[in-house]
Nanobody, 123 residues
Framework: VQLQASGGGSVQAGDSLRLSCANS????????VAWFRQAPGKEREFVAS????????NYLESVKDRFTISRDRAQNKVYLQMSSLKPEDTAIYSC?????????????????WGQGTLVTVSS
């Protein structure tokens, strides 16, 4: 499974960005997908996940009122809409596909990864 995240950039605090995750070779329409992020000097952390059909989502507590994960199964894409961005959101954001159809926040459920996209938020 080849996944590619895009849409990152440098923004000011309070701005919005939409990240996209596309599958370049194989469909992952039956897999849950998640976004993770890793800030400099910190461990990778879960951000949001969505079930195979989009009916179930999970969020990191600190982003749940600001970020929205969604998916377009026909286009084989998953999105992360990020609003009211804060400097602490600065990180490399990566998408990953689960071995399961149900969404989770467990890193071990996600064996399929792609390259990330950098989000930098300035105060």
């Amino acid at each position: 499974v080849q996944l590619q995240a895009s849409g990152g950039g440098s923004v000011q605090a309070g701005d919005s960005l939409r990240l996209s995750c596309a599958n370049s070779r194989r469909t992952f329409s039956n897999n849950a997908v998640a976004w993770f992020r890793q800030a400099p000097g910190k461990e990778r952390e879960f951000v949001a996940s969505i079930s195979w059909n989009g009916d179930s989502t999970n969020y990191l507590e600190s982003v749940k009122d600001r970020f929205t994960i969604s998916r377009d199964r026909a286009q084989n894409k998953v999105y992360l809409q990020m609003s009211s961005l804060k400097p602490e959101d600065t990180a490399i954001y990566s998408c990953a596909a689960s071995r399961w159809s149900t969404a989770s926040s467990n890193l071990n459920d996600y064996p399929y990864w792609g390259q990330g996209t950098l989000v930098t938020v300035s105060s």
